[in-house]
């Protein structure tokens, strides 16, 4: 049997892997993609982005069901069923994995194989699979490996749910709990606590360090801080010493301004961060990588031309969107033979945080500035007929300009509504 050489070997099937797969395929290099799922979409469609989005969904219509009962007629309040919603994200999945293998059918030229990759040497991988291993030689290699939950060393972090339990296909959370604890103010963190609450759980955060949402734009954090749902309570400055387990039920024990303080819930969900996966092989041919991921600049490539690194395993902007763009700057700089033709823009990218409601920035925010005057646009949704016909009219919108040029440098929203933007602009 000969050896098999590829164009492109990607190491991982998710965001930062198929769009460069694709792409190459179609103008006829020879691409394989490997990952352990045997699926194409990595982490966003088995346990992120999307499933989040599916309970996230639910979650709103049941919060506005709630809200509007008066406005529908309803006699009574109806109590959402999680399990069903978890049917439904389930649903969602599987609809979609069978789309992505559709897809991946009707393009010639990329394979997709069930395994694990490892780096022999800078143009040899080798994947291992349930039926052996098989070393593949590879003209290019893109690193996509993703990221991981990141477990700290807690006592009794084992009797803690992650993001994984709740969001996987036929996850491990699958009734709605009385009261949830959430130890961790990231926006996965956050996010979920915002569903559960809006589903009828009594909530409670509990965040390290002083503010939620670290390294976000604090300007956002402040709008989007006050709208967050009132049976979500927060505490910050709370350093958790152990989880205990007492049958069904989990308690906290945290420490807060030097006392010991406790809570007791149905289940615990520990969101204190990803980090990134590094395959196996990257630190023996030298690949350099610290605990945020491989080191890459804008053209996504390592110390090797021809070995690139896109997507969370770089830990630059761990964001979907943020790996598609990588992925294809990687396959756009593969298709100039190397040279740095495409560059990845690691400052302007828009970021959400889908919690209920929503907030979004990007660009230059006054956080970001760095003494520049910006001239601030303000529109307040309690303006807005839409805003006014849901009762939403918490939130804002503001627009960042240069003053000289009024060019638009920035942007951010305090709750994702759709609105024109017709208010009075004033100059703060
Ligand atoms: P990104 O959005 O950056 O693509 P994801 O976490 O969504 O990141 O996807 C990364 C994928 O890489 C996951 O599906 C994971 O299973 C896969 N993966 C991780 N390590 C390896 C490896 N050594 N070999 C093959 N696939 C891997």
Same mark, same amino acid.
């Given at each position: 049997?000969?050896?098999?050489?590829?164009?492109?070997?990607?190491?991982?099937?998710?965001?930062?892997?198929?769009?460069?797969?694709?792409?190459?395929?179609?103008?006829?290099?020879?691409?394989?993609?490997?990952?352990?799922?045997?699926?194409?979409?990595?982490?966003?469609?088995?346990?992120?982005?999307?499933?989040?989005?599916?309970?996230?969904?639910?979650?709103?219509?049941?919060?506005?069901?709630?809200?509007?009962?008066?406005?529908?007629?309803?006699?009574?309040?109806?109590?959402?069923?999680?399990?069903?919603?978890?049917?439904?994200?389930?649903?969602?999945?599987?609809?979609?994995? #069978?789309?992505?293998?559709?897809? /991946?059918? &009707?393009?010639?030229? *990329?394979?997709?194989?069930?395994? +694990?990759? $490892? %780096?022999?040497?800078?143009?040899?991988?080798?994947?291992?699979?349930?039926?052996?291993?098989?070393?593949?030689?590879?003209?290019?290699?893109?690193?996509?490996?993703?990221?991981?939950?990141?477990?700290?060393?807690?006592?009794?972090?084992?009797?803690?749910?992650?993001?994984?339990?709740?969001?996987?296909?036929?996850?491990?959370?699958?009734?709605?709990?009385?009261?949830?604890?959430?130890?961790?103010?990231?926006?996965?963190?956050?996010?979920?606590?915002?569903?559960?609450?809006?589903?009828?759980?009594?909530?409670?955060?509990?965040?390290?360090?002083?503010?939620?949402?670290?390294?976000?734009?604090?300007?956002?954090? #402040?709008?989007?801080?006050?709208? /967050?749902? &009132?049976?979500?309570? *927060?505490?910050?400055?709370?350093? +958790?010493? $152990? %989880?205990?387990?007492?049958?069904?039920?989990?308690?906290?024990?945290?420490?807060?301004?030097?006392?010991?303080?406790?809570?007791?819930?149905?289940?615990?969900?520990?969101?204190?961060?990803?980090?990134?996966?590094?395959?196996?092989?990257?630190?023996?041919?030298?690949?350099?990588?610290?605990?945020?991921?491989?080191?890459?600049?804008?053209?996504?490539?390592?110390?090797?031309?021809?070995?690139?690194?896109?997507?969370?395993?770089?830990?630059?902007?761990?964001?979907?969107?943020?790996?598609?763009?990588?992925?294809?700057?990687?396959?756009?700089?593969?298709?100039?033979?190397?040279?740095?033709?495409?560059?990845?823009?690691?400052?302007?990218?828009?970021?959400?945080?889908?919690?209920?409601?929503?907030?979004?920035?990007?660009? +230059?925010?006054?956080?970001?500035?760095?003494?520049?005057?910006?001239?601030?646009?303000?529109?307040?949704?309690?303006?807005?007929?839409?805003?006014?016909?849901?009762?939403?009219?918490?939130?804002?919108?503001?627009?960042?300009?240069?003053?000289?040029?009024?060019?638009?440098?920035?942007?951010?929203?305090?709750?994702?509504?759709?609105?024109?933007?017709?208010?009075?602009?004033?100059?703060?």
């Amino acid at each position: 049997m000969g050896e098999t050489v590829v164009d492109l070997l990607c190491i991982g099937a998710g965001g930062a892997a198929y769009p460069a797969a694709f792409r190459l395929a179609r103008v006829g290099h020879r691409v394989l993609m490997v990952d352990p799922k045997g699926v194409m979409s990595g982490n966003c469609l088995y346990e992120g982005c999307v499933p989040s989005k599916a309970v996230r969904e639910m979650a709103s219509l049941a919060g506005a069901l709630g809200r509007f009962g008066t406005q529908l007629g309803l006699a009574e309040r109806l109590a959402p069923d999680y399990t069903a919603i978890v049917q439904h994200k389930d649903r969602v999945q599987e609809r979609r994995y #069978a789309q992505h293998a559709q897809e /991946l059918a &009707a393009q010639p030229g *990329i394979e997709l194989r069930k395994g +694990v990759a $490892r %780096i022999l040497d800078p143009h040899t991988v080798q994947i291992d699979d349930e039926r052996g291993s098989e070393k593949i030689q590879c003209h290019h290699i893109l690193i996509a490996s993703g990221s991981d939950v990141f477990v700290p060393p807690i006592p009794g972090a084992e009797h803690c749910l992650t993001s994984h339990d709740l969001y996987k296909p036929d996850p491990v959370l699958r009734n709605l709990p009385k009261r949830l604890i959430v130890v961790g103010g990231g926006y996965i963190g956050l996010e979920t606590a915002s569903f559960f609450a809006e589903l009828g759980s009594q909530v409670t955060l509990l965040q390290k360090g002083g503010q939620i949402l670290n390294g976000m734009d604090p300007g956002m954090v #402040a709008l989007l801080q006050p709208l /967050l749902p &009132a049976a979500l309570r *927060i505490l910050t400055d709370v350093d +958790v010493q $152990r %989880i205990e387990a007492q049958g069904p039920l989990r308690r906290v024990v945290w420490q807060r301004s030097g006392q010991e303080e406790s809570a007791e819930a149905e289940a615990v969900l520990l969101a204190v961060g990803r980090s990134p996966v590094i395959p196996e092989g990257c630190e023996g041919i030298g690949i350099e990588f610290d605990r945020h991921g491989i080191r890459v600049g804008p053209s996504l490539q390592t110390r090797y031309p021809h070995i690139y690194a896109a997507g969370d395993v770089n830990g630059r902007v761990p964001l979907f969107h943020a790996a598609v763009r990588q992925s294809l700057v990687a396959a756009h700089n593969i298709l100039g033979g190397n040279q740095p033709l495409d560059y990845a823009d690691f400052y302007n990218v828009p970021t959400t945080i889908f919690t209920l409601p929503a907030a979004a920035y990007i660009g +230059v925010t006054p956080a970001k500035a760095e003494g520049r005057e910006l001239l601030v646009g303000r529109y307040d949704f309690a303006e807005d007929s839409r805003a006014q016909i849901l009762e939403r009219l918490e939130g804002e919108i503001r627009l960042f300009f240069e003053p000289s040029s009024l060019r638009l440098l920035g942007a951010g929203s305090s709750a994702s509504m759709p609105v024109a933007l017709l208010g009075r602009w004033e100059r703060r």
